[in-house]
Structure formats: structure tokens, C-alpha cells
């Protein structure tokens, strides 16, 4: 079956996907936003790729390189073996600075025999808009274009760079190396340099994961999910991407098919929240000063989400020269949903915004522009939060009061009052807290629907949503409430088919979704579980992580029928959840073990 398998590098500045035979098939220079070198998933005959082509007698199996970001394909007949290291180097500069160069190294080593491999090396810059010219100089193979504006790339090579461009057979004696670079070399690298680089970038990555806690259930999954949340980070600015990709379509064939490489303030507010938990500061910090940098004026409306360099206009357009991945068009650049208005997006910056000052109390350097957003928030909420939206799934068609943007209201609500607490603003509180009750009261009156004996999507609609179950998370409803439990249920009997979730059964602007978001799935795992069905919530998530790639990544969405991976790839939202219901399963565990040792001291 054809599935997402690809493994991600990247180094916190651009990543670039490589398929389980070691073809590298997505990577956009210098930045995660640029237009693509390589987007042979997008287009399989122009798109480009840089390939590590062997002839059948070979096996290939790929694999992280344990606790890092090193993604090692091996090649062997058991005779003749070489492995292709792929990674985009990342290190502690002298200066104490992250060294992260637009560039992808594929370290090949040697391992034994007489092995032999063709190169297929074909960049095509500018989306493939134009012809992509290769040439060979003295210290490099250098490509360029001009067709729609000048590009180049330049490739540095151990190997024969006549054999490389013309696709010839190549034996390998001894390790070597490319190294693919968005800049041209000031000292040029060798196998020795690279082989440092290599190792530079792996201690890296081990010192990452070293400060990570470990968990006693599914710990192997929560490190790689967490690794994957760092690469979709960008240390530029602080903002943390969606996904790696554009255009991977939520169903082959079909239309829905979006641009990712974006911050959306839902998304990353969510992952920042995860990733604090886990211990890494420093992402938590750098996002919490892109918002601050965002906000200039006290009454300015977020937007639902921001270019990665802080960009306001995020303009889309279709790129109708690529066929999409397996024939989906179209593929856009861009993304028309920032001009959309979703109310969630408040309660869910308050409640990160709360959460790195119970963490980082001592040490927060910005708390008076934290308190500043925290009240512009609230008069932003108490202006609006009675207006119909969009929602969280983003329907493009006629705004509607949904359930979820009411509940992230009362969210922002509740959060910026302890705030208020924990930075002494008691004046405030009295205030706060009256619209606190007011939007809580309204949910219970609109969003309950007796008949299905549930909380449903929007005020007054008999349909179901998956984000719904999010209200025992932030705190709006007790697990063990009956309101809570029959929504679960109610939720469990509409919206899930063979253990995999819909969000939604209403037609949308599409039709019928035919795939399964994956998040909503991780969502309705862990509120199996917090209801007190702990078996069945672990036996579901087993399944569910049985569905990922070989290398124990996720993209959006899961095909029903297929079980393949569509949308794009890797998705942070899918990986976030993944470890939030990992956590869980692993704090009951610990809960039970530090209860039962005191049980027999006593």
C-alpha cells in the first residue's frame, strides 16, 4: 500500500522528507516557507528529487539513529552494504548560538563489500516553475534557474561529479559525503568535516532528549513525537509550524488540500503547552515572544495564525503546473484562512500564557507585556465572544455560534483570572469573574442538546464534534460529571467508525469528510480514559499508533478504509495529542505505584 513513508530532518530553520528507499522528495531553502528544491511528492515527473538508486539484489530498511534527528537508510544484499545518513546539521556554536545552515548532508558509509549506487540528482527550483540548469565547476555542482526569479543551490561532493550529474554507477571504497547548501562554501568541506558535523549534530539532538523525562508507558513514541515537534519549530522567530509540507490532500482526489508551513496560534499554543511539560524551556520562551511581538497595539485582533516571520498577509495561491500528490490539485501556496475570525484562539494563548507563569514564575523577563496581552485579551472576549465564527475546523461557508470557540471564551476567561492572581492584580478579579459566569451559563444553556443527551457542535444544532470532548481538558467540566460522560458516549456512538474518529458527520463546505482527522481520535482516547474506561482507552491507542509510518510518524488524517496517511506531513497537532494521552496513561501508572508503596509501608 502507498503510504506517508518518510522520515523528517530539519534543524529548527527547514526540514526536508525522505522516503523509505532514501529518495529525498520535499525540502524548501533556506527556510521552512521557501519555495521547494526537491517536490517530487508533489509531482512525481517534474517535481525533482535526489535520489539513492540500487538495483533489486538490495533490501533497504530506514531507521532513526536512537534519541536524534539522524535518519539512517541502510542498503544491503548482505554483501555489499553502505548506510546513507540524512540530517540537517544543528549544534552549540562557540558563542553558545545554534548553528543551523540552510543545508542537508547524506553522509554514505561504508560498511562492507564492493557496493554499488546511482545518483539521481535533479533540483528544481521555484516549485519546478521554469528550467532548473545543473553544472558542474571546479569545487561544486551548482544549479540555478531564472525563469520566475534567480535561484541557485550548489552540491559539494567526495564522489565523481560527472558520474553524479550523468547518473552513472558509482562503487563505493570508503565513506563520503553530499553536502547540499543554499550558499556557496567560503572553505570547502571533506569527508573528515562532514563526519564531524555529523557528530556535532548528533550529540545535539542526544543532549535534547537527555533533558526530556522519561515515562514509563510508550516513552519510545513521546520522544520521537517530541523530537518531531522541535523540527517543526522555528528559532528565528519562535513560531512553530502546523506541518513540514503543502498540499498533501486530507483525501486523494479531492480539493482539500492546504499549505501548513504556517504558525497558527491554536496549534502552536497547544504544542508550546506540550512541550513545556516536557521540560524544554526555551521553545516555550521564543514563542511566547513571537506573540508578544505580533500584538503592537492593546486592542488588536489576533489573527488565526501568522507567516513564520511574523508575516499579516498570507496570500493564496494555486501552483496549477504540479499534478499534487497522487494527481490531487490543486497545490496551494499560502493560505486564504488568515483573513478567518475564530474566537478559540484566545482561550487557548491565555492558557499557555498561564501555564509558562506557573512554570516559569521566577524567571519570566516579559510578565508586564504577558499582563498587558492578558487584559487586552479579556476586552477583546467581552467584546466579541457573544459573535458567531468560523470554529476550529475553519468552515469557509456562513459563521455559526460553535460550542468550542464559547468554551475557549470561558477558557480565556478563567485563565487571565489566575493570572490576575498570580501577579496581584486582585482588582481585576471581581470584574472578570462575572463574565467568567455569564459565558459559562450560556454554554450550558445552548450547547447541551437533551435529546442526544450531549454537548453538540453549535448552539441549537443536533450535530456532534469531536472538539467538543476538549472541555474536560481546559477545565470547563469534571471527568466523572454525567453531562461529560454521555457526551463521550454520544460522541463515541455518532462519530467513530472502527476506533478511528470523524470530526464531524455534517456535510461542510466539502461534503462528507471520507478520512479521519487524527487528532480527534487522541482526543476521544483520552477522554475514554479520564472517564474511567482505561483498557479500552489503552487498547485504542495501541491500534491507533499501529497506523503510523514505519519510523512512528503521523500526518493529519488516517483514510477509513485504507488506513493510510493522508494530509500533511509530519503534523504537529497529531504528534501533541499523541503525548498528551501518553502522559496521562503514564501518570495514572505513577500515581498507582507511589499509592501501593505507601499503602505497604503502612
Not at 323 to 350: F, H, T, W
Not at 523 to 528: A, D, P, V
Request: with cysteine; glycine share 6%.
Amino acid at each position: 500500500m502507498d503510504n506517508l513513508d518518510y522520515g523528517i530532518i530539519g534543524n529548527c530553520r527547514s526540514a526536508a522528507l525522505i522516503s523509505k528507499n532514501g529518495s529525498l522528495d520535499w525540502c524548501c531553502l533556506p527556510e521552512f516557507d521557501s519555495s521547494s528544491v526537491f517536490a517530487k511528492i508533489l509531482d512525481d515527473k517534474i517535481g525533482g528529487s535526489f535520489e539513492i538508486s540500487v538495483d533489486d539484489s538490495y533490501t533497504v530498511h530506514q531507521q532513526y539513529e536512537e534519541n536524534t534527528c539522524i535518519l539512517v537508510t541502510t542498503f544491503s544484499d548482505n554483501k555489499n552494504i553502505f548506510e546513507v545518513h540524512d540530517f540537517m546539521p544543528r549544534y552549540y556554536s562557540e558563542d553558545g548560538g545554534c548553528h543551523t545552515p540552510p543545508e542537508i548532508v547524506r553522509y554514505i558509509k561504508y560498511i562492507s563489500g564492493s557496493p554499488k549506487f546511482k545518483v539521481v540528482y535533479n533540483p528544481k527550483l521555484e516549485y519546478a516553475q521554469g528550467e532548473t540548469s545543473t553544472y558542474i565547476k571546479p569545487d561544486f555542482i551548482a544549479s540555478l534557474t531564472h525563469t520566475v526569479k534567480f535561484d541557485t543551490v550548489f552540491l559539494y561532493t567526495s564522489f565523481d561529479k560527472e558520474k553524479v550529474v550523468n547518473g552513472e554507477e558509482i562503487e563505493l571504497k570508503e565513506s563520503g559525503y553530499f553536502l547540499l547548501g543554499y550558499n556557496e562554501k567560503i572553505f570547502l568541506p571533506d569527508t573528515k568535516k562532514i563526519y564531524l558535523l555529523l557528530q556535532r549534530t548528533k550529540v545535539y539532538w542526544l543532549n535534547w532528549v537527555e533533558r526530556t523525562p522519561t515515562y514509563k508507558k510508550f516513552n519510545d513514541q513521546i520522544i520521537r513525537s517530541a523530537l518531531t515537534l522541535k523540527l517543526l519549530s522555528y528559532d528565528k522567530t519562535g513560531a512553530v509550524l502546523a506541518a513540514a509540507t503543502t498540499s498533501l490532500p486530507e483525501t486523494i482526489g479531492e480539493v482539500r488540500n492546504w499549505d501548513y508551513r504556517f504558525c497558527w496560534i491554536r496549534d502552536a499554543s497547544m504544542v508550546i503547552k506540550v512541550v513545556s511539560e516536557l521540560g524544554h524551556k526555551n521553545v516555550a520562551k521564543r514563542y511566547l515572544q513571537f506573540i508578544i511581538d505580533l500584538i503592537p497595539d492593546k486592542d488588536e485582533k489576533l489573527q488565526i495564525m501568522y507567516g513564520i516571520n511574523k508575516e499579516k498577509k498570507l496570500t493564496e495561491e494555486t501552483l496549477d503546473h504540479l499534478e499534487g500528490y497522487k494527481g490531487s490539485k490543486p497545490v496551494r501556496v499560502g493560505n486564504a484562512a488568515y483573513k478567518q475570525r475564530q474566537n478559540d484562539i484566545y482561550g487557548i494563548l491565555m492558557d499557555v500564557i498561564y501555564e509558562q507563569l506557573v512554570m516559569f514564575d521566577t524567571d519570566i523577563d516579559n510578565g508586564e507585556e504577558l499582563w498587558t496581552i492578558t487584559k487586552g485579551i479579556v476586552w477583546i472576549v467581552n467584546n466579541h465572544w457573544q459573535e458567531p465564527d468560523k470554529g476550529i475546523w475553519e468552515f469557509r461557508t456562513e459563521d455559526r455560534h460553535f460550542t468550542f470557540s464559547k468554551i475557549l471564551c470561558w477558557v480565556a476567561l478563567d485563565r487571565a483570572i489566575k493570572v490576575a492572581e498570580i501577579l496581584g492584580k486582585k482588582h481585576k478579579i471581581k470584574k472578570w469573574k462575572v463574565l467568567e459566569q455569564e459565558i459559562r451559563q450560556d454554554i450550558y444553556d445552548n450547547a447541551w442538546n437533551e435529546e442526544k443527551q450531549s454537548f453538540t457542535q453549535s448552539y441549537g444544532s443536533p450535530d456532534l464534534d469531536a472538539s467538543v470532548l476538549l472541555m474536560e481538558s481546559y477545565g470547563f467540566i469534571k471527568a466523572k460529571d454525567p453531562k461529560f460522560m454521555s457526551t463521550v458516549k454520544a460522541i463515541e456512538k455518532e462519530l467513530s467508525h472502527e476506533g478511528l474518529m470523524y470530526r464531524y458527520k455534517n456535510e461542510d463546505d466539502f461534503g462528507l469528510p471520507s478520512s479521519s482527522f487524527t487528532i480527534c481520535t487522541f482526543w476521544f482516547i483520552n477522554s475514554l480514559f479520564k472517564i474511567g474506561e482505561e483498557e479500552k482507552a489503552i487498547k485504542h491507542f495501541e491500534k491507533l499508533l499501529s497506523y503510523s509510518n514505519h519510523l512512528g510518524l503521523f500526518s493529519e488524517d488516517i483514510d477509513f478504509k485504507t488506513k493510510r496517511l493522508l494530509g500533511n506531513f509530519p503534523q504537529a497537532y497529531s504528534h501533541l495529542a499523541l503525548i498528551e494521552c501518553a502522559i496521562n496513561f503514564s501518570k495514572k501508572d505513577s500515581e498507582a505505584t507511589i499509592k501501593e508503596s505507601f499503602v505497604h509501608k503502612e
